[in-house]
């Protein structure tokens, strides 16, 4: 191992936590610092190559897959690292963030992966930040357990064979870690913060075990941000003597720019490169934001409405099936968020039959698993691949050469028999407050009218208000979405959850600073690249 760095990082603003010295080491600081000497400042090109990019989008209106890449496109004889034991059979990945007690259900909950969640399922308190380390550590040595203080029901891990495999979500490029600074008073970006500290502490106990470091990497939106990456891995194993390509990594892909460049991507990490995911909400989002002044074609209708039969997203999930599997990648789908009722059978009983109905389709075409967020879903999305996959572990050898995408057919909006609502307004506008409120309490993951809802929904929300509004869209009941008509939403909708939940505690909550957060987002003129990046200097902790 490299000898640690002279200058160590500093811990700022940050109450002392329990054994935060357990992953705050010295050496492991001098990680993250040579992580952040290294690439930081490739990462701030690569965030200002982002906005040049949407410049270009917002002069032109439309997007391409990339000439200059066309020859890797075109080279069939390349092919990604062949899986690991531990990722040959995806077929249900179930998703959340990393507090002791989702750590021994996620694990227990007969998936076959979990996605260990630093981003969008958890809101980056230092505290969530620093224990979610130890909690996967302790899960690791199998020191971890739990009770629940309110009902005194205990929770421990069942055997090591029958554990899901954890592929952990560090957080997006965009993102700094405010407690975690350099000499010159720099933060560190967070995805090497989280990246980091895991890697150091877990890489050679995972291998021990027969597993490695699998990750999963967020936001991505570019073939040259997955290349960075790609140089982080490197440097990694080298720093700890892990032999290369013992990480490995599957690429979210939940940007409109990133869907132009699937094959690049696995290009640029095919020594680390483990699969792509589909995803819903971010890659909504990411339409919104690239195309959000293009005029009516690009105008969303509720988000509710954007299933993933729409053609746009079809021609999506369709290529990166293709693509994945002409790479020898897996393709992992997307998300059933419903969290089911304990007391209304109907309403899970109609929520099970969707639920099997998206797990049946994405078997179907091709993916070789899928993610659900709750452990009762786990069976039911189970069956839908065991019937198509038997006792295969996935189905790579599909190659469903059928499929003939074009560039215009992933920005084909207007291809969607579908108009926004004044009840989609609604459902924006109360997602919005009431995940942005739980947010500020350091909660990432909420349920909210029986969907399991994290960062990407209040992004897709609040990204659909501020669309509709400068579009001029008229909603099916005749009026005219304004910032006027969303403030009118929003204060009704503030008076609803007082009085649901009552003075005292409205009182105790961020109901009020969620709701100005919202509208800000919602409303500003300028468009914030990221709710997060706003919502995280109100984040205390």
């Known amino acids: 191992m490299s000898a640690p760095a002279p200058s160590p990082l500093a811990i700022v603003d940050a109450e002392p936590l329990p054994r935060q010295e357990e992953v705050l080491s010295e050496t492991a600081l001098a990680f993250v610092a040579a992580l952040h000497?290294?690439?930081?400042?490739?990462?701030?090109?690569?965030?200002?190559?982002?906005?040049?990019?949407?410049?270009?989008?917002?002069?032109?209106?439309?997007l391409d897959f990339l000439p200059e890449t066309a020859a890797i496109r075109a080279d069939d004889s390349w092919q990604v690292a062949p899986a690991p034991p531990a990722l040959e059979d995806r077929r249900v990945e179930i998703t959340g963030p990393t507090d002791r007690k989702m750590t021994i259900n996620a694990l227990n909950s007969g998936a076959k992966v979990w996605l260990a969640d630093f981003e969008d399922a958890s809101a980056p308190?230092?505290?969530?930040?620093?224990?979610?380390?130890?909690?996967?550590?302790?899960?690791?040595?199998?020191?971890?357990?739990?009770?629940?203080?309110?009902?005194?029901?205990t929770y421990a891990l069942r055997p090591d064979e029958e554990l899901a495999t954890v592929v952990m979500r560090p957080r997006g490029w965009?993102?700094?870690?405010?407690?975690?600074?350099?000499?010159?008073?720099?933060?560190?970006?967070?995805?090497?913060?989280?990246?980091?500290?895991?890697?150091?502490?877990?890489?050679?106990r995972l291998l021990e075990l027969g597993k490695g470091p699998y990750f999963y990497l967020p936001k991505t939106e570019s073939h040259l941000e997955a290349r960075l990456w790609n140089d982080v891995f490197v440097f990694a194993q080298d720093y700890l003597g892990i032999p290369q390509g013992t990480v490995r990594a599957t690429v979210l892909i939940e940007t409109i720019t990133a869907a132009y460049e699937m094959e690049e991507i696995l290009y640029e990490l095919r020594d680390h490169a483990s699969g792509l995911n589909a995803g819903r909400w971010d890659y909504l989002?990411?339409?919104?934001?690239?195309?959000?002044?293009?005029?009516?074609?690009?105008?969303?209708?509720d988000r509710n409405a954007v299933t993933m039969t729409a053609p746009f997203m079809r021609a999506y999930t369709e290529l990166l099936v293709r693509t994945c599997h002409k790479r020898g990648a897996h393709a992992i789908g997307g998300m059933a968020a419903f969290i089911p009722s304990r007391r209304d059978q109907e309403?899970?009983?109609?929520?099970?039959?969707?639920?099997?109905?998206?797990?049946d389709r994405e078997a179907n075409d091709g993916f070789d698993g899928s993610w659900v967020a709750h452990p009762d879903l786990v069976p039911i999305?189970?069956?839908?691949?065991?019937?198509?996959l038997g006792d295969r572990p996935n189905q790579k050898d599909r190659l469903r050469e059928d499929v003939d995408v074009k560039a215009e057919d992933l920005i084909a909006i207007d291809s969607l028999d579908a108009r926004p609502t004044y009840a989609g307004l609604v459902n924006a506008v109360q997602v919005g407050i009431r995940y942005i409120e739980?947010?500020?309490?350091?909660?990432?993951?909420?349920?909210?009218?029986?969907?399991?809802?994290?960062?990407?929904?209040?992004?897709?929300?609040?990204?659909?208000?501020?669309?509709w509004i400068n579009a001029g869209v008229v909603l099916d009941n005749g009026e005219r979405v304004t910032a006027e008509l969303a403030r009118k939403v929003a204060a009704g909708e503030l008076a609803d959850i007082r009085a649901e939940v009552g003075e005292e505690a409205f009182a105790a909550g961020n109901w009020q600073q969620a709701h100005d957060l919202l509208l800000k987002v919602a409303l500003d003129e300028d468009y914030a690249e990221f709710l997060t990046l706003p919502a995280y200097e109100q984040l205390k902790g």
């Open 37 to 62: 000497r290294r690439f930081t400042p490739r990462r701030d090109e690569l965030l200002a190559r982002r906005a040049e990019r949407r410049a270009e989008i917002a002069r032109t209106s439309t």
């Open 125 to 153: 308190t230092w505290e969530n930040v620093v224990t979610g380390q130890l909690s996967l550590i302790d899960a690791y040595t199998r020191s971890i357990d739990f009770t629940d203080e309110r009902t005194g029901k």
């Open 174 to 204: 965009h993102l700094d870690e405010r407690h975690l600074t350099d000499a010159d008073g720099t933060p560190v970006p967070g995805a090497l913060v989280d990246f980091g500290l895991y890697f150091f502490h877990n890489a050679k």
């Open 285 to 301: 989002f990411s339409i919104v934001k690239n195309f959000r002044d293009g005029g009516p074609r690009f105008v969303l209708p």
């Open 347 to 359: 309403v899970n009983k109609v929520a099970f039959e969707k639920v099997k109905a998206d797990k």
């Open 381 to 388: 999305a189970m069956e839908s691949f065991d019937r198509v």
């Open 438 to 467: 739980a947010w500020l309490r350091g909660l990432g993951a909420v349920a909210i009218f029986n969907l399991m809802e994290d960062a990407a929904t209040a992004e897709i929300s609040r990204s659909q208000i501020w669309q």
